[in-house]
């Protein structure tokens, strides 16, 4: 599997999703940079956590404008896999290629712990080797987590079974006090219409050995691996 991970001024969580992407693919990821107008042929393109241009307008905002976006959609019209993790999932919506935005959290405070998470679905590249209602446990770093959209576009996502993940209790229940954010409907993660764009705040990449305590990230780029081989 042939990835790029792209790197914006503030990216922080860029070296752990390469070093997630050259274990569990055997093949170290291609680094590509913000002002970069073209990305190298790849299977994948990741978007990682951090403070994108020290998130000064919004989270995600001023990384939307990068020259390197133009070409990033591109590949996520022709179908390749993008992922955007934390502050890369909102660039994805502030570029417009996922719906919805990502708000300061209810409380107004950063949080930074492990949560659970509900696996909506099985059927994408990205979850493929997860079953669907399956909880599992990974870390959150993020003050501008809260997920929200309007009535007419959280009916549609719902509607096409867009919601990729949900915060849970560890029995898989979706409740208030699962919900470390406020974001509607205990969305943790979104797909585009066509599934092969995934946005999520909580960053597998962090749990993909047991060295770090826990594995549950690591199914999700095996899924990948498999399904882009």
């Known amino acids: 599997m042939r990835a790029a991970v792209v790197i914006f001024p503030g990216s922080n969580r860029d070296v752990d999703v390469i070093d997630a992407l050259a274990a569990v693919g055997g093949r170290q990821p291609i680094v590509v940079r913000h002002r970069d107008t073209e990305l190298p ?5 990741v978007l990682p956590g951090g403070f994108s241009h020290g998130d000064y307008l919004r989270s995600g905002a001023m990384a939307a404008r990068a020259p390197v976006l133009s070409a990033v959609s591109a590949c996520a019209k022709a179908g390749v896999p993008v992922l955007g993790i934390c502050n890369g999932f909102q660039i994805l919506t502030e570029a417009g290629l996922l719906p919805g935005a990502l708000m300061a959290n209810r409380d107004l405070k950063f949080v930074c712990r492990d949560v659970h998470l509900r696996v909506e679905r099985a059927d ?61 409907n205990g969305i943790a993660g979104v797909y585009n219409a066509a599934r092969n764009v995934l946005g999520l705040m909580p960053h597998p990449e962090d749990h993909v050995d047991g060295a770090q305590g826990c594995s549950d990230g690591r199914p999700m780029f095996e899924s990948l691996v498999e399904h882009l081989s």
């Open 124 to 184: 994408t590249p990205f979850t493929g080797r997860y079953a669907a209602g399956q909880v599992i446990r990974v870390p959150v770093a993020h003050h501008d987590g809260n997920y929200h959209s309007d009535a007419d576009t959280l009916a549609r996502i719902e509607g096409e079974g867009r919601v990729a993940f949900r915060y849970c209790t560890p029995e898989g229940h979706v409740k208030d006090a699962a919900n470390p954010n406020g974001s509607i």
């Open 41 to 45: 042929d790849t299977d994948l393109i």
